[in-house]
């Protein structure tokens, strides 16, 4: 079956996005799920579950890249106030510093690539890339032997 060159020409810009991402992670020395953490948790979001369903990674990479930036000195973990079972990550001193010379400076270059856009350029990709997430979303619940057709956010 001949692939939509229209899909495939997305296919190659998608890539090309991915690879930014991830030569952002790497210029910092850290993966990208320990990249993303980081940056999460920089933001307020100190859980594994709720990095997990914010960045759709499975449990298990963010717990490892979490033992690794424990092992690394950048975040500690300790125990949620209103639950002590769950635990929660914390930046260190050598975290914060990490973030701050690392993480920002990397998101502030994600910031000027987005002002090269002009305003229209900007609001066309977040609609156009809503829209065909929203497409591609139905497609997939629809589809009857789609193993994932009851995740979330499907």
Not at 49 to 67: D, G, M, N, V, Y
Not at 114 to 127: F, T
């Amino acid at each position: 079956m001949q692939t939509d060159p229209g899909l495939e020409a997305y296919w190659e810009a998608s890539k090309a996005l991915d690879y930014a991402y991830s030569s952002m992670a790497k210029a910092c020395g850290l993966s990208e799920p320990e990249y993303w953490s980081l940056a999460m948790i920089h933001r307020g979001m100190t859980t594994q579950r709720a990095i997990c369903r914010e960045l759709c990674i499975s449990p298990q990479t963010i717990h490892s890249a979490f033992k690794l930036l424990v092992r690394k000195g950048l975040i500690s973990l300790e125990p949620l106030p209103h639950d002590q079972r769950s635990k929660q990550a914390v930046l260190t001193a050598a975290g914060e510093r990490f973030v701050t010379e690392q993480i920002l400076p990397t998101e502030k270059l994600e910031e000027q690539a987005w002002q090269a856009l002009s305003p229209g350029e900007q609001r066309d990709l977040v609609r156009l890339t809503r829209l065909y997430s929203a497409a591609l979303r139905r497609t997939l619940r629809l589809r009857k032997d789609n193993p994932i057709r009851s995740s979330e956010g499907l």
